[in-house]
């Protein structure tokens, strides 16, 4: 019975690591999105970031900055899936230091 709670507990703490990191995580893409949109537009991303949900946003930032406008505009328009989005990046911008 000991060793099956302390494989618990190790298996909740190793989770709870991986779930925590998450969120500070998608934190940073937000904001990340919120200085792109300010360095293109001139304008805060907030009345924009309404209309998006997350996951969008997400796949929106590997986009270039060239494709970014018009994809974002036709995501708007669209209700664009992220994984619609992915597939109308051309030039992509990678991700490595993801948790």
């Given amino acids: 019975m000991f060793a099956a709670v302390v494989l618990l507990v190790a298996w909740l703490s190793f989770m709870m690591r991986q779930h925590y990191a998450i969120f500070p995580q998608n934190r940073i893409i937000r904001l990340e ?3 792109r949109y300010f360095q293109l ?3 805060k991303f907030e009345p924009v970031e309404a209309k998006l949900s ?3 946003i997400a796949a929106l930032r590997f986009s270039s900055d060239e ?3 018009a994809l974002l505009e036709r995501t708007i328009e669209e209700n664009l899936s992220p994984r ?3 597939k109308l990046i051309t030039e992509w911008r990678p991700d490595h ?3």
């Fill in 33 to 35: 999105m919120r200085l």
């Fill in 41 to 43: 537009y001139g304008k």
């Fill in 54 to 56: 997350f996951r969008q």
């Fill in 67 to 69: 494709e970014l406008p």
């Fill in 84 to 86: 619609s989005i992915k």
């Fill in 97 to 99: 230091m993801r948790v």
